[in-house]
């Protein structure tokens, strides 16, 4: 196999363009002043964290069945063991930022709807401190996924346009880079 089942392809794709919506709606919606539409704004990020870790869990459960296709031996060691490091540090954060926005939500007081109308039990009990301290874990969270997630897009655009190899053709829907 040399190619990302569309499956995982769907799942990959879905995704990424979550994460792209929801971290700057959650910057955005930050520095907002209380108000309807920063509720509003807040449940639409929580609806879309949920669904990261919802599809990213449904992911993992595909790839149990299905491996992925190997990257080619030509690539440097050092570039193998940085993509394996990369990817199951991507995996991590895609639980453990959702994890860790619910677990802020609950300690807060506030509970997590989701998509308005599945409401999902507190994890925690409220607690302003702990609620604090699960704001800053969130938010450094949030930033080690955008620097891996920028990471591993940088690496993607090296390979198909200075590389000019497969590895990122593989997860393309269109494109197939022919072989060098």
Known sequence: MTNYTPTAKIFHWLIALLIFITFPLGIYMH??????IKIKLYSYHKWIGVSVFILTSLRLLWRTTHQPPSLPGSLP?????????????????????????????SAKGVQ???????PLPDLVTRDELMGDLLNNIHKILNIT???????????GLKHYFIDRDKVMSRMLFVGKRKEP
Not at 31 to 36: D, F, I, K, N, Y
Not at 112 to 118: A, H, I, P, Q, S
Not at 145 to 155: K, R, Y
Request: glycine share 4%.
């Open 31 to 36: 520095e907002l002043a209380l108000s309807p």
């Open 77 to 105: 060691q050092w570039q193998l063991r940085a993509s394996f490091i990369t990817h199951y540090a991507l995996y991590a954060l895609l639980f453990f930022v959702p994890i860790s926005g619910w677990l802020m939500s």
């Open 112 to 118: 997590t709807v989701w998509f308005g109308v599945l």
């Open 145 to 155: 996924l955008l620097t891996l997630v920028t990471l591993h897009v940088l690496a």
